[in-house]
């Protein structure tokens, strides 16, 4: 009876091995010869064997044999193949919800995993950067930041953008915002900035250029309070939370030679090399439904469930 106990703990770690090499990969993929697998997991050959047979029992992938071609995937069942992999929930972080765009996002992102059954779980934290360095160290699965952080951090995070929700899905629109009766940056501002927001930071650098302002380093939790307090002279700002909280201020609209409002963009990024959480998050999240979703919390036909 313990010897039967042992075999089967043995296929079953197995069946789990081959379920987390598996997930990342495609339809019509050449997957690795038995002896590969016994080989890199040291188990025997009859042991993988019984793994694979126990996945597609499961139905969790197909194979066929193509001579001496190899083994190829000719089915893949990702929502079987995560269960499998007893990583237990998908995890990942985006922005605190202050706004109605972002609440929209988090109940989108949630009501879409839902309807495909996977544990799924939202974390929230300030600053893209933060979220991308939390990424990287394998705190999360996936991180929502927006496409202009994502094209300002590629060539310095292991990242690989996964899907974008399309303009407006993130923020409406980003302004300068004053806190007296101004309507353009002028020398002697000044001027908040938060480096752990390359939306804010970037943008920030771009409406100052030529300008002789005074930058402020503040976390962007403090910046609109200290505007409003006139502790600072202005600062970039999301609107919809100047909207969301009917706040009374001059605003300067972002007009930059080049800039193609990425900022709106939502986007969702995984640490570069993770293909199994990309694949997954590929067949769990509709960019469609979630959209429909996002705009009903935001038209005040479905409550915020995030």
């Known amino acids: 009876m313990a010897l039967n106990s042992e075999l089967m703990q043995k296929n079953g770690l197995m069946a ?26 040291s188990y025997g050959r009859g042991t993988v064997q019984n793994a694979m047979g126990y996945l597609k029992e499961a139905g969790a992938v197909e194979l066929v044999s193509r ?23 998908l995890m990942g972080v985006m ?60 060539d310095t995070a292991e990242i690989e953008m996964v899907m974008d929700f399309g303009k407006y899905s993130y923020v409406n629109e980003h302004a ?13 501002m000044i001027i908040g900035i938060d480096k ?45 939370e100047i909207n969301d909280r009917k706040i009374e201020i001059n605003t300067m609209k972002i007009e930059l030679e080049g800039f193609n409002m990425e900022d709106t963009n939502a986007v969702i990024v995984v640490k570069k090399g993770n293909d199994g959480v990309k694949n997954l998050l590929l067949q769990v999240l509709e960019i469609k439904k979630v959209a429909e979703y996002q705009k009903k919390v935001l038209t005040g036909k479905m409550i915020p469930n995030y």
């Not at 789990?16 to 993929?29: G, V, Y």
């Not at 000719?74 to 990583?87: G, I, N, R």
């Not at 996977?118 to 996936?142: C, E, V, W």
Request: proline fraction near 3%; charged fraction near 25%.
């Open 16 to 41: 789990t091995l081959l379920a987390r090499e598996f997930i990342t990969k495609k339809i019509d993929d050449r997957i690795n010869t038995v002896s590969y697998y016994a080989q890199k997991y």
């Open 176 to 188: 300068v915002v004053f806190s007296q009766d101004k309507n353009e940056i002028q020398d002697g």
């Open 95 to 154: 922005p605190l919800p202050y706004s109605r765009l972002y609440e929209g996002l988090a109940t989108g992102l949630y009501k879409s995993a839902q309807l495909r059954k996977i544990p799924f779980t939202l974390s929230y934290m300030r600053g893209a950067k933060n979220r991308i360095d939390a990424l990287q160290r394998d705190r999360y699965d996936f991180a929502v930041i927006s496409k202009f952080a994502y094209i300002k951090s590629i």
């Open 196 to 240: 752990s927001s390359p939306d804010l930071y970037y943008l920030t650098l771009e409406v100052c250029k030529g300008k002789k302002v005074i930058f402020k380093e503040l976390p962007y939790n403090q910046i609109l309070t200290k505007l409003l307090n006139k502790e600072l002279s202005a600062a970039i700002w999301n609107m919809d």
């Open 67 to 89: 001579g001496h071609m190899g083994t190829f995937i000719k089915s893949l069942d990702y929502e079987k193949l995560w269960v499998l992999t007893s990583w237990e929930t």
